[in-house]
DNA sequence: CATAATTATACTCACTTCGAGCATAAGGAT
DNA sequence: ATCCTTATGCTCGAAGTGAGTATAATTATG
């Protein structure tokens, strides 16, 4: 029995037996420019940043950094994980590969051109996703019908109950508002009823219906719904935006940005109350007349509070209008 | 440069270049008895169940399920991916180490006992996060001071105050409130203050002061921590205590089991409140009579919450008493 | 130069949420 | 019968939040 423990703990410690496997390291590199959310792409734009972990990467983190940079020249900021998956049906040979993503946000001005890589709109790559504007017409017109219908062609009534729930959940139909957060479920029911582009590649139905928003090299643009989807979470109860930011801004522009995360507008009054009495931001004295209007003040954010406590992000006051 | 583009676009797709790596699943499995949350050990409650990800495995998923049932005879419910990272310091072998480690809830009645795995009540490992009763003295005798001296101990002002700013915020001091989600930042501050015994290990310090807590093997604790963070943030906006619970309870059991985890009382008439306008559960119509007092009724979860809505979970009415 | 258009900013109001506490109900123990 | 204990119902006040009104400070326009 001793010899069972240390052996379990053994195992458990190092497992140099273990067959080998190659790691991929995927980003989603978000910038916000003229109100648009954007995406750091490579291949056409239809891939995102990547390449194996390498023995000489200090740690996941840095080999990810690597390969963005030298894939696109882009530093790096803020980084965070996002989700690690096993893909077998890859290519044919006999080693397991791991894909590790991650999310990352860098400055407006940071961006810029290149014929290799560049930044996209992402929502380009999900247009049933802007809703600032109101409801995109693409999700009445096309989506819903042939989502509907797909519930249907279930036999099993409990599975097209099961279905129909699940759109009605994940697109806000009847009563249910539209939850922005729900990129991914949106993206993999879409999927499920191919929908988009991906879920047909391989198999020969000719070519399905056109099907609206660019589509993506292997997963990615799953990968891709998934940082969307952190983002949109994460900027209510953290204060991510600004690294997106410009080291100062007005108000409305912090807003903008917001509500291009978001895919929905906000109350603007309602918005500065929250931004203020959270005391995120102080002014920098300076005040902004561009846009025709009041000047507006300038601010910046204040490092400070990511050390002083326990920061709530942009609670998102939504507007219904 | 189409050249280039097809180049970068056929690299992300696959790597099979990339070197090899080994890829070992890490699982922390939760489960609360007598009103103690438990986690499921190997290796004389030093390690938590793990193994290398196999090329049968079908997915990491059921490679974590097939090591932790191999391991502990244990067959896992619900389980969620917490995060992975790379180690390098581990054997001299030139290939690197990735760990994907999981958290797995279950239910109470599966728990059994064993000689080479068990459940071992979590808070032998972080006895100052359990709130329940008060502040455990360890806090207040033994670790504050202990920390506020590291603090002081910096020769960088800055640095100084770096550190006692990130004690005050993560320990509570001050006016700040206790945050029982902040696990695993207090782990780190005392991982970096040596005072664990997992940051001595290896050097030839002699033996450390005695510590409160029981260490693990490797970065076990780390993971842990990592996961207990996760299920005390995840109970307050999904329905995930019910995975721990019988199939029917009394909201009082229910209440002592969010209590356990989150190492803190709630407030007794809001807890009720809270579950059941919310309609996460629904009367069995049976009631119980065991603790001596008025007989309480029973509930049961309801399923179909998961498929209805974007449910929130459990708000946690803090109790300031 | 007066007026309109546009954005900034201050405040109010109704409604909901939430921490707390009081009060009553329904069992068992003595 | 009385007390103790847990269950359960209800109220109150403070704080948070969605919406809307009102005023200020510019630029654009006639």
């Not at 240390?6 to 420019?33: C, E, F, G, K, W």
């Not at 989506?143 to 009605?168: F, G, I, K, S, Y």
């Not at 990615?220 to 983002?231: D, P, Q, V, Y």
Request: charge should be neutral.
């Amino acid at each position: 029995m001793q010899d069972k423990t240390t052996q379990a703990t053994r195992q458990a410690q190092s497992s140099n037996q273990s067959h080998p496997v190659s790691a991929d390291l995927i980003a989603v590199v978000i910038a916000v420019t003229d109100g648009e959310p954007r995406v750091l792409t490579i291949g056409q734009a239809r891939a995102l940043p990547s390449g194996p972990f390498e023995l000489g990467h200090r740690s996941l983190q840095s080999g990810l950094r690597a390969w963005v940079e030298r894939q696109t020249g882009h530093p790096l900021g803020y980084i965070e994980q996002l989700y690690t998956f096993a893909d077998r049906d890859r290519t044919g040979d006999e080693r397991a590969q791991i894909s590790i993503s991650y999310l990352g946000l860098t400055r407006e001005e940071q961006v810029e051109r290149s014929p290799t890589h560049g930044w996209r709109g992402w929502y380009d790559y999900f247009p049933w996703e802007d809703h600032r504007v109101g409801v995109p017409p693409i999700l009445d017109d096309i989506l819903m019908p042939r989502l509907l219908a797909w519930a249907d062609e279930a036999e099993d009534p409990n599975r097209r109950h099961d279905r129909r729930q699940r759109v009605a959940y994940s697109f806000g139909l009847d009563d249910r508002d539209w939850n922005e957060e729900l990129v991914l479920q949106r993206y993999e029911l879409l999927y499920e009823a191919a929908l988009v582009a991906e879920a047909t590649r391989g198999r020969d139905n000719g070519s399905p219906p056109s099907i609206p928003g660019r589509p993506m090299v292997a997963d990615h643009r799953r990968i891709l719904a998934t940082g969307i989807a952190r983002l949109r979470t994460k900027i209510k109860y953290r204060p991510v935006v600004f690294e997106l930011m410009p080291p100062a801004f007005t108000l409305l522009q912090l807003q903008r940005t917001v509500e291009a995360l978001a895919g929905r507008l906000v109350h603007k009054q309602n918005f500065r109350r929250l931004i203020e009495q959270q005391d995120l931001v102080e002014e920098t004295g300076e005040t902004m007349s561009d846009t025709g209007g009041r000047p507006a003040k300038r601010f910046r954010f204040r490092q400070s509070v990511l050390a002083e406590r326990a920061v709530a992000g942009t609670k998102l006051p939504v507007s219904r209008a």
